[in-house]
């Protein structure tokens, strides 16, 4: 019940962030809005736990800032002006475990398993009839947000091996993205934008304000948390496999947008392959050498 609740708010961040960038709001809206709110109630936590520079340094957490803070809500959410939600649930969790293959195998020098290469080989293929095939004619602006969602991928995947580097405490970790955001992107949102947040619709403001800010950036973190320490985490990480298809599935009556037959191929082999590269319950004899997890969508 608890992974599943947590992977129903991330696959939702692609629907409500879709509508938020398509009427009212932009990418920076919403970048202040999550921003705004998380940083200021997880600010104790990093009053009370520190930067952990020890054993981030300067770098690691300017990356982990970078990898799942404001860069990378501003990205992902400026792709979801161009292309549907389902391609950014599908591309951007779904795609994120075979960037940290591949970083992991670069910078770590950890070779994938034979699970994890057969889950890869099926993120890639996935990937490929996504933003290969777009119908009837070649919309450019869609694969303009579909390459921004791999980005955004990359940028998760980066976060994801500093953590497994680093070996902090997701709160903790959340708490530093969040405040760190805050930091850097408010004043600079103020410069760009002025008061322009205040003059949008309150009922608008507020939904994305609690929607982002609480839900997405701290109750899903609590809920992943208490489904890992129930089930454990090799189960636990497989939840995040559901993102891609639950993702689609919100967009269609939320939004209209449904999946023509090839993504929905390209959507179930993603899911299917992050199932296998994240640690999911695997026959026996299979040897699985490490998981792939984030905290984020």
Sequence with gaps: MFGCAAVSIWAGWSVVTRLAVTSGLDAGDVAALRFGVAGV?????????????DSLGWSGLAMIIAGVGAPYVLVAACGLRFAP?????????????????LLAAVVLREPPSIAQKAGLSLILTGAVLIVGWHGAGWDTW??????????????????????R??????????????????????????????????????????????????????VSLLL?????????????????????????????????????????????????????ASGGPLPVGIRRDRQVKSVLP
């Design 41 to 53: 109630l997880l600010a104790p936590v990093v009053v009370r736990k520190g930067l952990a520079r």
């Design 85 to 101: 939600a389902y391609d950014q649930g599908a591309l951007n969790p779904g795609c994120m475990p075979l960037f940290v293959a």
């Design 142 to 163: 869609r694969l303009y947000g579909d390459g921004l969602f791999l980005l955004a991928s990359l940028l998760t995947a980066c976060f994801t091996v500093i953590m």
């Design 165 to 218: 580097r680093a070996k902090l405490d997701p709160l903790h970790a959340v708490a530093l993205v969040s405040t760190g955001s805050l930091v850097i992107w408010l004043p600079l949102y103020l410069v760009w934008y002025g008061t322009r947040i205040v003059q949008l619709p309150l009922a608008e403001i507020t939904t994305q304000a609690v929607f982002q800010g609480i839900l997405v950036t701290i």
């Design 224 to 276: 992943y948390g208490r489904a890992v320490a129930i089930l454990g985490a090799s189960a636990g990480a497989a939840f995040g496999a559901l993102v891609p298809v639950l993702s689609a599935l919100f967009a269609i009556p939320l939004l209209g947008e449904w999946p023509n037959l090839p993504h929905w191929a390209g959507i179930i082999l993603i899911s299917a392959g992050a199932w296998l």
